[in-house]
């Protein structure tokens, strides 16, 4: 019999924390949650590694404690606390105090599947069946298909001696995964119970069917025959009896019990480890369980963790998938080893165990988020949305849901939707930077201009950090440079990056404005500052050798494109090799020019890429070196194909060339035209 | 003889009253009159920190009759040390007695003035003679010589014991003469009249295979030290000792078919006829293992069916730790149903007889009766089906104490190894379903002002006022004696059965009692026959008589003849000697 004598440091710091919860004085410590004082427990004579255990948790549920009242997030936090207080006291059998801190985790994280069923089954263990039934059935409220749920509700009712009720659970358990010979086995008791034998032998039968290991359902066989007067048949079903119970799905209650039992002391001592940031010792435990018992998934689990903690991700990330090996379906370590994945961006990999989990536990809320986050990081942006909605089925008011939501469905396309969602996240959640910010956005993605300017002219009135600030500005600049109103855009785009100024867009989008109004040397240098912040970024360099080139900078073009020919590929050295052999060929600079270098270089990329672009360097580079007749001739085929593909537009530019080719003039600077 | 007593009066004419039914749970009434009756004993386990098994396990005690003055005397049964000499002093109780501890034997002198009794017991175990200095377990009071004197025969760790009573007063140890001196560790035995030759024979139960040399050190999940449980040893087997009707005993354990099965951790055992066909049988509490159900052949043999008739395991299929057992008809339907204690986190067991003709047939109804979740909390030992509340149906008592510490059970100084429970009654009231259900009665009923480790319950009419006392035995704690003051106006008869009165009086045991009614089903009681723990209780049976009229009294006898008697007369108990009522039939199988 065990009694609460006196409270411990947890129990005193709930005390006072509890008036401040129910008192009502103001909005917010009325909502606050109700906490219960944890029984104290005499450890006195237990094994020092086990008290060294129950005593840390004490002092980080009394140094959360000592916080004062929790709400939000450190409510979370503080729940998590308690459930893994109350955990531990599960696997040491002191059951009051399991079953007061997890009462107080239910209370902190109501939406928590695990801390719910624990509750249910340490009341069950104490005897309160009725207490047990109230917190299965909130269990089930969040999980309405786990298996072990509907199972032990049934045995619970059945003990009750309320047959009605035991039936509808066991009923419920024969379609979900993994019970169903348990929940034969239980429809067998009540109708044995309620004196239908003959029910009661179909049900134990079929449940052996289902779980022939299970030997000890010959002796309910036995007995169903004997209430029946089948004497020959009752001695035979006896006569195959074994010790062998029905067993269900119930990945909770065995790692607790695993926990409890032979391995649990290595476990709890490489825990201890763990604890103690002694992760060498912790590991040698740890492989020491798993060589023991090789058939241990806790024991696999706890090495993934600590090399984990010890940030051997890879190492962790294979013992995870031993464990997996060994209990395919445990949804806790198909989460944890998703969550890996993920930090590692495996994000496929991740992707498919936290599918599994949600599979199997679909009222999974955290596996679901995750889940979203796989999907986001590979693309699969309405999935992720897709799975974001399954997570807010479980927790509707979660605004960083729906923002993840609204954000996926912009990235995947679905504008209108996103729209939406920001929206009634502005009306439900009040003014917001970010999601005015994206709500532009969306609004440019949508073709409206004049309304995404006004959330961004909003948001620069409203005042904001510099990073958004300077996001607000760029777009602005972005959606006046769409309207051709450049000296408009400058000045946001300068803005910009005043505010952030390492935003290269904001530079490179400020060289094309400047260049649209003729500022070339200055459009030059606001590449270059692109091309500084992001020196591989060959759209920069291009932008800013144009600019130079229009700018009348031939020679500094030459040279500077000679140097990123020889350096190593980044991306676009065809484009630059070509503008190289043109501006040999073609410069107002006598001193740029080189004939000879532009026709071999030209022909040189003609034999790799036989555009009308190529052929028409090639006719520059041949009316360069004096060969008129090669230059007609490439001009002419290049006019040929032109023609025939239909390109009108760049035909009266490609005569006029022709025209200065049978003139006998060569072509110069073609690029400002 | 001190005490001057109405007796065993002879059967008369009398006259019934209807039967008071108790409005509600809260009139069942007990008096605590163990110092008021010089009641003054307490166990001593000699708990010295070694955690030694036994030190838990004990001890039970026993009402009889001794001194045939007509009342029940009181027999207890105590510790000792285990271990060195040296150990004594680190007890966590101080023994304060005379060296060695040794088990009581209380003389009741009874007063009757005013028409109400005042219990009184002496402590007469000097001059009787009896030194039982063993480290005991249990107790049966039975006549084993046919003297006409009821002898003990002590279950002890060690050698049991068998004190003959000479009829004077005095008792003489003739353990080694009669041949019963199993060495085995015994808690419990049945003296009952097993091959139906009107002789006691003993059936005795054998816990495990314990010595101090092979005692264990066990932890707990915590990794604290604890008392071990029973799997930590082997199973001890029991024992059948056949009486020759002189009061020597001749083993027929292998001979009875006993070695046919797997030997149990045997703790509780009671004697009755359980499957209704006549003959005296056997049922065996073993712990953490499958009950044993020996049904009677009739021809020496005894087949163990607990399986088969399903009292061996629960309705989950699974083996409990059964500890202590009662046998009484809970439901009225005429015939045994079984109540068996269990450790805590395991229910009590209630098995309703169904045995028909040539099957016999028990179902597990704990849930279904209510008794299952209360009991959940409670490591339980002694019990018996008692009519607490005198409405004519069998209430449950048991009484409880752990062998394990609760985990994180605050330890003080003055008790570092905290065991006690608080004891638990069960009243019988009508319900739907089943027709009967048990309600806990008002917690503290059967508990001093703190509780005890409980272990023996011994049943009786200690005042000879019609109901049922009980005598509760706690380990390492004091006997308490509790005087049933329920409804004491209460118009009532009681029946001894005799297997004879010639020399003395010799009580028969594990004989089924009917009381046929007018227009009502018959009461059915067991007389005699063991049960509870290690404890032996009144073989004479009292029953309220308001209600229908009483009809007839009829006793089955252990070699299944059957006889009857017209109704005795109140308020008194009438002896029922075999040989002398109305034989009325032979045993149905044997029927033309």
């Given amino acids: 019999m065990t009694k609460p004598i006196r409270l411990s440091g947890v129990a005193l710091i709930i005390a006072l924390l509890v008036p401040l919860a129910t008192t009502g004085l103001h909005a917010q410590e009325a909502a606050a949650p109700r906490l219960i004082p944890v029984p104290e427990v005499d450890l006195r004579g237990v094994d020092g590694a086990v008290r060294d255990q129950i005593d840390q948790q004490r002092e980080l549920l009394e140094a959360a404690l000592a916080q004062g009242t929790p709400t939000g997030d450190d409510a979370e936090q503080l729940g998590l606390l308690f459930g893994d207080a109350g955990q531990l006291y599960l696997v040491y059998d002191l059951l009051p105090a399991a079953r007061a801190c997890l009462t107080n985790a239910a209370e902190l994280q109501p939406r928590s599947f695990r801390w719910r069923y624990l509750l249910g089954s340490a009341a069950e263990h104490l005897g309160e069946l009725e207490e047990a039934v109230e917190a299965y059935d909130l269990a089930r409220t969040l999980r309405p298909d786990d298996p072990a749920t509907a199972v032990r509700l049934g045995r619970v009712h059945l003990e009750l001696g309320r047959h009605e009720e035991a039936r509808g659970h066991y009923q419920r358990a024969i379609a979900l995964p993994g019970s169903t010979a348990a929940a034969h086995f239980g429809l067998g008791r009540v109708a044995f119970e309620t004196d239908d034998p003959t029910t009661a032998l179909q049900h134990f039968q079929t449940a052996l069917r289902e779980q022939p290991r299970a030997d000890s359902l010959h002796y309910h066989i036995a007995l169903a025959h004997r209430a029946l007067g089948d004497d020959a048949a009752m001695r035979a079903a006896m006569e195959l009896r074994g010790e062998a119970p029905v067993a269900f799905a119930d990945p909770i209650a065995a790692e607790i019990k695993e926990s409890a039992t032979g391995i649990g002391a290595q476990l709890l001592l490489g825990r201890v480890a763990l604890a103690a940031n002694a992760f060498e010792i912790a590991e040698e435990r740890f492989r020491e369980a798993v060589r023991d018992y090789p058939d241990s998934t806790a024991a696999k689990r706890s090495l993934a963790a600590a090399l984990e903690g010890m940030g051997r991700r890879a190492e962790a990330a294979m013992w995870y998938q031993e464990a997996l090996n060994l209990s395919p379906n445990d949804v806790g370590l198909l989460f944890q080893t998703g969550l890996l994945y993920n930090s590692e961006g495996r994000y496929q990999a991740a992707a498919e165990r936290l599918r599994r989990a949600v599979e199997i536990e679909p009222s999974f809320g955290p596996a679901w988020v995750e889940l979203a986050r796989s999907l986001g990081e590979t693309g699969d942006h309405l999935e992720a949305a897709e799975a974001l909605t399954r997570a807010l089925e479980l927790a509707p008011d979660d605004r960083n849901l729906r923002f993840h939501r609204a954000s996926n469905y912009r990235l995947g396309g679905r504008r209108e939707l996103a729209l939406r969602e920001f929206e009634s996240l502005l009306a439900d959640f009040g003014f917001d930077r970010e999601i005015l910010l994206l709500l532009g956005r969306i609004e440019q993605g949508l073709g409206r201009p004049a309304s995404a300017a006004r959330r961004f002219e909003q948001l620069v009135e409203a005042g904001a950090d510099p990073p958004l600030l300077s996001q607000a500005h760029f777009e602005l600049g972005n959606i006046r440079t769409q309207q051709e109103r450049y000296e408009e855009a400058i000045p946001h785009y300068q803005r910009a990056i005043a505010a952030n100024p390492t935003l290269k867009e904001a530079y490179f989008n400020l060289g094309t404005a400047l260049g649209r109004l003729g500022q070339f040397t200055e459009a030059a240098l606001a590449a270059r500052r692109a091309l500084q912040l992001d020196p591989g970024d060959s759209r920069a360099r291009a932008a800013e050798v144009t600019a130079l080139l229009l700018a009348g900078e031939d020679a500094r073009v030459r040279l500077m494109l000679e140097q990123t020919l020889e350096l190593p590929d980044q991306g676009g050295s065809g484009f630059f090799a070509l503008l190289l052999a043109e501006v040999l060929a073609a410069s107002e600079d006598d001193s740029v020019r080189d004939g000879t270098m532009a026709l071999n270089l030209a022909t040189d990329l003609f034999q790799r890429a036989q555009t009308p672009a190529h052929g028409a360097v090639v006719a520059l580079a041949y009316a360069e070196t004096g060969d008129f007749e090669q230059a007609i001739a490439w001009q002419q085929r290049l006019i040929e194909n032109l023609d025939r593909a239909g390109a009108t537009e760049a035909l009266p530019d490609a005569r006029e060339r022709l025209a200065a080719y049978q003139a006998g003039r060569p072509v110069r600077a073609p690029w400002r035209r | ?592």
């Avoid at chain 2, 409990?320 to 015939?335: K, L």
């Avoid at chain 2, 959940?376 to 149906?393: H, I, N, Q």
């Avoid at chain 2, 308020?571 to 032979?586: M, N």
Wanted: with cysteine; charged share 25%.
């Fill in chain 2, 1 to 592: 003889m001190r005490s001057s007593c109405t007796g065993l009066a002879l059967a008369s004419l009398a006259t019934f009253s209807p039967i008071t039914v108790l409005g509600s749970a809260d009139e069942v009434l007990f008096t605590d009159a163990t110092k008021s009756a010089g009641l003054d004993f307490e166990h001593w386990n000699g708990m010295s920190g070694h955690l030694y098994y036994p030190e838990v396990v004990g001890a039970g005690a026993a009402l009889f009759d001794y001194d045939n003055d007509g009342d029940l005397d009181l027999y207890l049964v105590q510790g000792n040390l285990l271990g060195n000499e040296a150990d004594r002093s680190s007890a966590t109780k101080a023994w304060t007695g005379d060296w060695p501890p040794r088990d009581r034997l209380y003389r009741n002198d009874l007063d009757l003035r005013d028409d109400r009794a005042t219990v009184r017991f002496v402590d007469v175990t000097e001059e009787s003679g009896i030194a039982a200095t063993g480290y005991g377990m249990g107790v049966v009071a039975a006549d084993l010589d046919n003297d006409g004197w009821v002898d003990l025969y002590v279950l002890n760790l060690g050698a049991n014991q068998l004190w003959r009573n000479e009829g004077d007063g005095t008792f003489s140890d003739r353990t080694e003469a009669s041949g019963t001196g199993d060495p085995r560790w015994s808690v419990a035995a049945a003296a009952a009249d097993y091959d139906g030759d009107l002789d006691l024979d003993l059936f005795i139960v054998n816990y495990l295979d314990f010595s101090l040399a092979s005692h264990k050190t066990c932890l707990t999940e915590r990794g604290e030290v604890d008392y071990c449980l029973p799997s930590a040893y082997q199973p001890a087997p029991d024992g059948l000792l056949v009486n020759d009707g002189s009061g020597r005993f001749e083993d027929a354990t292998v001979r009875a078919g006993l070695t046919t099965a797997r030997p149990g951790n045997g703790l509780g055992i009671l004697a009755a006829d359980l499957d209704g066909d006549q003959r005296l049988d056997f049922y065996i509490a073993n712990d953490l293992m499958p009950n044993h159900l020996w049904l009677n052949g009739g021809n020496g043999q005894l087949v163990e069916e607990g399986l088969i008739s399903g009292a061996a395991l629960n309705a989950d299929g699974e083996a409990e730790a059964s500890m202590g057992v009662a046998a009484g008809d809970y439901d009225g339907d005429g015939d045994l149903d079984l109540f068996l204690t269990h450790f805590h986190r395991e229910t009590n067991t209630l098995y309703r007889n169904d045995s028909k003709r040539g099957a016999v047939q028990f179902r597990d109804r704990t849930n279904a009766t209510g008794l299952g979740r209360p009991s959940w909390d409670a490591t339980s030992f002694g019990t018996a089906f008692v009519d607490l509340d005198k409405d004519g149906w069998l209430d449950l008592a048991a009484v409880n104490g752990a062998v394990t510490f609760a985990a994180g059970r605050p330890r003080t100084e003055d008790d570092p190894f905290p065991l006690d429970q608080p004891n638990q009654a069960f009243l019988n009231v009508t319900a739907g379903g089943d027709g009967r259900q048990f309600e806990p009665a008002p917690a503290g009923l059967l508990d001093a002002e703190t509780p005890f480790v409980s272990r023996g319950l011994a049943t009786g009419d200690v005042d000879n006022d019609g109901d049922t006392d009980l005598v509760i035995t706690n380990n390492n704690g004091p006997a308490r004696l509790l005087l049933n003051r329920t409804d004491r106006d209460a118009d009532w008869f009681g029946v001894a059965p005799l297997l004879d009165a010639s020399r003395g009086h010799r009580p028969a045991s594990g004989v089924t009692v009917r009381v046929h009614r007018t227009g009502a089903p018959p009461l059915v009681r067991l007389a005699g026959g063991g049960g509870s723990y290690a404890s032996w209780g009144d073989p004479r049976v009292a029953i309220p008589s308001g209600g229908p009229g009483i009809d007839r009294i009829e006793v089955q006898w252990a070699d299944g003849t059957i006889e009857e008697w017209p109704a005795p007369p109140p308020r008194a108990y009438t002896p029922l000697v075999r040989g002398t009522g109305e034989r009325r039939d032979e045993r149905e199988e044997d029927a033309p």
